[in-house]
């Protein structure tokens, strides 16, 4: 063990610029980082519209690079997933959201954690079996999590993800459907897939007030969510404009830097404090 945490430190000092490089060389020292504990989550609030109240957080991974610094999510997801990484970092960051999520919990604090899942998640037969063991493990609700998908890349059209998305949803994982109206076959994908929360995109979202056709849309995918017995969540208020405009719509939940941009685990309870003072 000792010897393997030696070994671990000296991966993770050889790096250099992870920026530097081809694709097979980043992909390599992201794979030493996954190992490395160098990827933290982030997490952002979810509040319910109503009561105004703190009901959930997303999971947002930061990859916490020792000579880059903090680099974004859109910098590494892709090459996860491209080099076969991506199995291992949901993984890591799953845990890590079930580990805060357990001293909130322990705390007083009973919120849902989202997190973010990739397609390629949703190709083995195994997952759903290793998503309720961490759950178990930490002693979370499966009714408290939720896995977001994007929209954009689901296909409907593949046995092994509905087969995966039906077994997570009859363990009562909640499945949220991201990004969307950003895709092409929206429609067929909410009648195929278990899915019950809808995450309408910040496109549609932020400038709802201002613009007339984004309002349509916002407001036919609130109806259409409802009508299919879907939670819904609007994410992207920036603005008072926004909040406003959200606080005399049917929306469930709502996200935004408005409201509190993503923060690392510890500021998590003191921003709860504040917020509901
Ligand atoms: P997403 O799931 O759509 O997450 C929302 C993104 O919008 C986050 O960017 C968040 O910081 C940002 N955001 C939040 N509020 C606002 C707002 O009011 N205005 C604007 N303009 N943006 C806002 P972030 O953290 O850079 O993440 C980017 C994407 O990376 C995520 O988009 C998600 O698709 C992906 N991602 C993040 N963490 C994970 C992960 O653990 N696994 C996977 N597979 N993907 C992840
Ligand atoms: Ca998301
Ligand atoms: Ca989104
Ligand atoms: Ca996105």
Same mark, same amino acid.
């Given at each position: 063990?000792?010897?393997?945490?030696?070994?671990?430190?000296?991966?993770?000092?050889?790096?250099?610029?992870?920026?530097?490089?081809?694709?097979?060389?980043?992909?390599?020292?992201?794979?030493?980082?996954?190992?490395?504990?160098?990827?933290? =989550?982030?997490?952002?609030?979810?509040?319910?519209?109503?009561?105004?109240?703190?009901?959930? *957080?997303?999971?947002?991974?930061?990859?916490?690079?020792?000579?880059?610094?903090?680099?974004?999510?859109?910098?590494?997801?892709?090459?996860?997933?491209?080099?076969?990484?991506?199995?291992?970092?949901?993984?890591?960051?799953?845990?890590?959201?079930?580990?805060?999520?357990?001293?909130? %919990?322990?705390?007083?604090?009973?919120?849902?954690?989202?997190?973010?899942?990739?397609?390629? =998640?949703?190709?083995?037969?195994?997952?759903?079996?290793?998503?309720?063991?961490?759950?178990?493990?930490?002693?979370?609700?499966?009714?408290?999590?939720?896995?977001?998908?994007?929209?954009?890349?689901?296909?409907? =059209?593949? %046995?092994?993800?509905?087969?995966?998305?039906? %077994?997570?949803?009859?363990?009562?994982? =909640?499945?949220?459907?991201?990004?969307?109206?950003?895709?092409?076959?929206?429609?067929?994908?909410?009648?195929?897939?278990?899915?019950?929360?809808?995450?309408?995109?910040?496109?549609? *979202?932020?400038?709802?007030?201002?613009?007339?056709?984004? %309002?349509?849309?916002?407001?036919?995918?609130?109806?259409?969510?409802?009508?299919?017995?879907?939670?819904?969540?609007?994410?992207?208020?920036?603005?008072?404009?926004?909040?406003?405009?959200?606080?005399?719509?049917?929306?469930?939940?709502?996200?935004?830097?408005?409201?509190?941009?993503?923060?690392?685990?510890?500021?998590?309870?003191?921003?709860?404090?504040?917020?509901?003072?």
């Amino acid at each position: 063990q000792q010897l393997r945490q030696v070994f671990q430190q000296d991966l993770c000092r050889l790096a250099p610029s992870v920026l530097a490089g081809h694709d097979g060389y980043r992909a390599d020292r992201l794979r030493q980082a996954i190992v490395c504990g160098e990827l933290e =989550n982030f997490y952002q609030p979810k509040l319910d519209l109503t009561s105004g109240k703190l009901i959930g *957080v997303e999971t947002l991974v930061r990859w916490h690079h020792p000579e880059d610094g903090l680099i974004y999510p859109d910098q590494f997801i892709p090459l996860a997933e491209q080099y076969g990484l991506i199995d291992a970092l949901t993984q890591v960051v799953l845990n890590q959201a079930l580990h805060h999520a357990r001293q909130w %919990r322990d705390a007083g604090l009973k919120i849902s954690v989202a997190v973010n899942v990739s397609m390629a =998640n949703l190709s083995h037969v195994t997952f759903p079996d290793r998503v309720v063991a961490a759950a178990n493990k930490a002693r979370f609700p499966l009714t408290a999590l939720v896995l977001e998908v994007t929209e954009s890349k689901l296909m409907s =059209n593949q %046995r092994i993800t509905l087969d995966i998305l039906t %077994r997570l949803r009859l363990k009562r994982i =909640n499945l949220s459907i991201d990004d969307f109206g950003t895709g092409h076959s929206s429609l067929v994908q909410l009648h195929d897939l278990p899915f019950n929360e809808l995450k309408i995109d910040k496109g549609f *979202v932020h400038g709802a007030c201002r613009d007339n056709s984004l %309002r349509a849309i916002f407001e036919g995918s609130l109806e259409m969510a409802r009508k299919l017995g879907m939670k819904t969540v609007a994410e992207g208020i920036e603005d008072s404009d926004d909040w406003n405009f959200l606080l005399a719509s049917s929306c469930d939940t709502v996200q935004g830097f408005y409201i509190a941009k993503p923060m690392r685990a510890e500021e998590l309870l003191d921003w709860h404090t504040l917020w509901s003072r």
